[in-house]
């Protein structure tokens, strides 16, 4: 038996405290789940303006985040708060794994296909929602994806031998996690944009600039690594570099064993998973997006 242990927090991104509690402890659970372990116990993590914001705040983010750990079946054991000008919450999690089922974001090999489990733009959505432009129901379908938890689609990874890496997309966006897979090795890869799954509601924000500042600082980190198609729209390119909370888990495992994996995902409800590219044995070091 190995363990796992992670922890992370951030700032509300929702303005609901019980739905920011919800999301924060999805998103903090989500590295268990991408290593393909069972989250098993949790610690609060929290920073609250205890003079200038009402207790009853905390409690709602407490109470949200509360039932998302019951939700994963993980119980809480403690956990360490201090007074702060700006509120953050989150969780240190522990887990557990097999020694010799350890899968690590690195490690996909040619010919392996590559699966993602949510769809992209939340990021995006949340800047939109800070400019009071945001329509109901786009911030409930965002929520709604952030919120959801990543362990039914790594129970279901799990029952293939097969994976040779994972990991969950989220502050470095689509292209920045995915340039973490073959940074340094002997691979490259290929994403079919047209085939990664996005929120559609996005494109004129994005085309008319409301992105955040996250996506920018991903985008000049890594697009030395990227080439793009004549085929992929500009916007789709803003969107893959887009910052996610909480955002699905990026696959990699053989082709065949992909299909059977995505479909799998499909009937255990994952809908939006969907096989999104390749992984090549040129050109080394970069992805190609068409």
Known sequence: MALIQ???????IVDDPYTFGQVAVANALSDVYAMGGKALTAMNIICFPIRTMDISILHDILRGGLDKMREAGVILVGGHSVEDNELKYGLSVTGTIHPDRVLLNRGAQAGDALILTKPLGTGIINTVLKADM??????????RCMAELNRKAADVMMRFDSVHACTDVTGFGLL???????DG???GIIIQSSAVPVFAEIQPFVEMGIIP???????????HMVETGPD???WLIDVFFDPQTSGGLLIALPEKAAVELEQQL????IEAAAIIGEVV???TGRIIVR
């Open 6 to 12: 992670t922890l992370d927090f951030f700032t509300p």
């Open 134 to 143: 945001a329509s109901d129901e786009m911030v409930n379908k965002s929520i």
């Open 176 to 182: 920045g996690h995915a340039s973490e897979m073959i």
């Open 185 to 187: 090795s002997d691979v």
């Open 213 to 223: 500042g996250g996506l920018n600082r991903n985008r000049n980190f890594r697009l």
């Open 232 to 234: 992929c729209p500009p």
């Open 266 to 269: 499909h009937d255990a409800g």
């Open 281 to 283: 044995a040129e050109p």
